[in-house]
């Protein structure tokens, strides 16, 4: 599968938690995509990557989230101390570098369904 | 601040309608316009992108138009089936990077 990749699919965690997730763009996507989509709601914009250099963050992103993409590949977001208010989908999106493909659209990761009881 | 609308917020058609789902956006200097298709608890499958200096976009039974100076794009579904309900994005991408979606239009097509 050449796909966009997330892990985990679901997770269920305790307020107060820490929780991190992975995803995996297109191979040789430069440039990589946080969005967090409530019920109900079309999905925001959260941060956006170009290689490993972070370019912008939303003010969505608060202090207790961080995202990171080391080497340029995968990208992993963490949320510290979670509340009940992070519960949503976090979806992740890649996109080729501007002039190597016609389809200069962003694809879509299945997500990662957070739920803080 | 651009922000993007979608009317209506739920459509319920019979089987074999053509049928014209809208966006609407605020702000006109846009790079591209997207459209999405979402299934319940899934990812977004990208069903057409328009890049703003195209006017329409098809792609089988579908048909996506753009009229920038108005702020406004359809999605255009022919011969509607009920594999095609779900819900419908529409996004438009802001410089090169960041998409500004809509809310959905969740659209139910009855057998």
């Known amino acids: 599968d050449t796909g966009v990749s997330q892990n985990p699919r679901h997770k269920i965690t305790k307020r107060g938690q820490n929780v991190t997730f992975r995803c995996d763009p297109i191979s040789e996507h430069n440039r990589l995509y946080w969005y967090r989509q409530t019920l109900g709601q079309g999905p925001e914009f959260l941060t956006y990557?170009?290689?490993?250099?972070?370019?912008?963050k939303s003010r969505l992103l608060s202090d207790r989230f961080s995202a990171e993409r080391p080497k340029g590949s995968f990208s992993t977001l963490e949320i510290q101390r979670t509340e009940q208010g992070d519960s949503a989908m976090y979806l992740c999106?890649?996109?080729?570098?501007?002039?190597?493909?016609?389809?200069?659209?962003?694809?879509f990761g299945p997500g990662t369904r957070l739920t803080v009881l | 601040k651009q922000e993007v609308t979608q009317i209506p917020a739920a459509l319920s058609v019979p089987e074999g309608e053509n049928l014209v789902l809208n966006c609407s956006f605020t702000?006109?200097?846009?790079?591209?316009l997207q459209w999405f298709r979402q299934d319940p608890g899934k990812g977004l499958t990208s069903l057409l992108l328009i890049q703003s200096s195209q006017r329409e976009q098809t792609s089988g039974r579908l048909n996506a138009s753009l009229d920038k100076s108005s702020g406004r794009s359809t999605l255009y579904i022919a011969a509607s089936q009920p594999g095609d309900s779900a819900t419908y994005l529409c996004?438009?991408?802001?410089?090169?990077?960041?998409?500004?979606f809509g809310q959905g239009t969740r659209l139910t097509i009855n057998p």
């Open positions: 702000d006109s200097a846009i790079y591209n």
């Open positions: 999106a890649s996109k080729p570098k501007p002039g190597t493909s016609v389809y200069n659209e962003q694809f």
């Open positions: 990557f170009q290689n490993e250099a972070q370019l912008e």
């Open positions: 996004a438009v991408g802001k410089g090169a990077q960041k998409l500004v």
